[in-house]
């Protein structure tokens, strides 16, 4: 199954909904808001009479709804009539990623919650490194600590595989050192093409796989984390000792990091399609006992 992990050029998604009682809203915030989505959708001019259309609304409405978003700047209205987005919008868009960072809403993720049962971390691609910049632990233990500030080659770790994924092949070539790649354990890329190929099936299936390119015993699936702009800013990843993984060979796992990435995604202002189904592609089998 495949993830849109380069899917910044589809239509914008509308937000999810909160779980319980709805809200109360002021209709005519709701048919505003209701009409410059609307617009967005459609990326192109709408006249009156189809904007009327569309949203079901008596003309009238909308053109009240169309004069005080002009005045304010949110619309802009062609010579032949028709209604486009204003620039008003950008100083929205500009204040929401202005007062955004990653690391501080994977913690929020967690506020509350009980410790995941295996390690979860969040990292940012600097050169052909990933930094983890944030972590979550585990209530089993690992073997392997996960550091902020921590440095890994992003050939070899999940969450660097799913950023570089989303990247064409010259950006990853220029990250990356001439010649053969290193190699912390005997597995991973050990190529500019073993990676190419790897990265492949990253965008294929929509998560990257690290079996033991960082450790020996270590297996880790990774996600891309995408902001407003349909841009992967960060991956996130779970890491589990292979001992453990169990009878649905991490499908439990993978389900929960995708569901996560999501999450993520959604609280930088992105929206990802739902979660992926659990992996087909078993582990490499070694000699740590299940």
């Not at 209530?139 to 070899?156: I, K, Q």
Request: glycine share 12%.
């Amino acid at each position: 199954m495949e993830l849109a992990l380069h899917s910044a050029g589809g239509p914008p998604r509308s937000p999810p909904r909160a779980a319980g009682k709805p809200a109360a809203m002021v209709p005519a915030v709701k048919r505003a808001l209701g009409l410059l989505e609307q617009l967005a959708r459609r990326r192109e001019p709408m006249s009156l009479a189809r904007l009327a259309s569309e949203l079901a609304l008596p003309k009238s409405s909308v053109h009240g709804l169309c004069s005080t978003l002009v005045s304010l700047g949110y619309l802009r209205r062609q010579p032949d009539g028709a209604f486009l987005i204003g620039p008003r919008v950008m100083g929205l868009a500009e204040a929401f990623v202005a007062g955004t960072n990653v690391a501080h809403e994977f913690d929020a993720l967690w506020d509350g919650a009980a410790a995941p049962e295996e390690t979860v971390i969040l990292s940012v691609l600097d050169g052909a490194e990933v930094v983890y910049v944030a972590a979550r632990n585990g209530a089993r233990p690992l073997g392997l600590a996960f550091n902020v500030g921590m440095r890994l080659p992003a050939h070899l770790a999940a969450s660097g595989k799913a950023m570089l994924a989303c990247q064409d092949a010259e950006a990853v070539r220029r990250r990356l050192p001439a010649g053969a790649l290193p190699r912390l354990t005997g597995h991973g890329p050990a190529s500019l093409d073993e990676l190419t190929r790897e990265l492949g099936a990253t965008r294929k299936r929509g998560y990257a796989v690290d079996d033991e390119g960082v450790r020996e015993g270590v297996y880790c699936y990774g996600a891309p984390v995408f902001d407003a702009s349909g841009q992967a800013v960060a991956g996130i990843g779970v890491c589990i000792h292979k001992g453990r993984l169990g009878a649905d060979r991490g499908a439990r796992h993978l389900r929960l990091l995708l569901e996560a990435a999501q999450r993520l995604s959604q609280r930088l202002g992105w929206d990802l399609p739902p979660a992926a189904a659990p992996p087909t592609a078993r582990p490499r089998t070694t000699g740590v006992s299940r």
